[in-house]
């Protein structure tokens, strides 16, 4: 039976879509947390960064990574905690990690990301949008999946001494059926769904419309990048 964990690790248009906001340059250094299947790791040494690290809990995305981007760190831990202890680094990113957090334990976890952040480091995140559709269209939102929209966001942010500088809105209703079709072949059928690349087409041209405001073409995945007020952690 195929790992249900390693099933839709493609790379997707919305990870195309965040590597395209994050704004790697050479020579940085970069915390990515709960990594996944390494995307971001390959994107980011590609771009030149100097120190790639990657957070992971799960052991088979862990050996993955390790396997498919042998010049990233990769570090097993739970990410709720001790990232601090990891060093300083000019990029912290958090892509689709937040929601599934215990509720409430946001704050705490920005406090531990905005501590691994240089002095004008960023922070990088990306969360579900909380719109109309993009609630309705999720099954796990009626399991408890969190959205957020940009107001709690910035509060949560704002709570652990952190600003919102860039927000940006991307995903629409190709990206929600495509969801939803993962999810049936993901956890009934235990397979990669069918028509991927077809629904995946569809999915990067919503992406790449992406829009600084929430619409009907861009309610489904919402970007931010935050930095520590004043510049400095």
Do not use: N
């Amino acid at each position: 039976m195929e790992d249900r964990i390693l099933i839709g690790q493609r790379t997707t248009g919305r990870w195309l879509f965040l590597c395209s906001m994050a704004g790697l340059e050479p020579g940085q250094t970069v915390l990515d947390i709960a990594c996944g299947a390494g995307w971001f790791e390959r994107y980011a040494l590609e771009r030149g960064c100097a120190r790639v690290v990657a957070v992971e809990l799960s052991d088979a995305l862990a050996d993955l990574v390790r396997r498919e981007v042998p010049a990233a760190e990769v570090i097993q831990m739970d990410a709720t905690g001790g990232l601090r202890e990891l060093g300083k680094f000019d990029r912290v990113c958090a892509f689709d990690f937040l929601e599934h957090l215990p509720r409430g334990g946001e704050v705490g976890f920005l406090h531990e990301a905005a501590a691994a952040l240089e002095p004008g480091g960023d922070l990088l995140l990306s969360v579900p949008y909380r719109s109309v559709l993009s609630c309705a269209l999720d099954p796990a939102f009626y399991l408890g999946h969190r959205h957020y929209d940009l107001a709690r966001l910035e509060r949560l942010l704002s709570d652990a001494g952190l600003e919102v500088t860039r927000a940006a809105f991307a995903g629409g209703l190709w990206e929600q059926l495509s969801l939803i079709w993962l999810y049936v072949f993901k956890w009934v059928f235990r397979r990669e769904m069918p028509l991927a690349d077809f629904l995946e087409g569809r999915r990067r041209a919503e992406y790449e419309r992406w829009s600084s405001r929430p619409g009907l073409g861009a309610f489904s995945t919402m970007f931010v990048e935050a930095r520590a007020r004043g510049g400095f952690c």
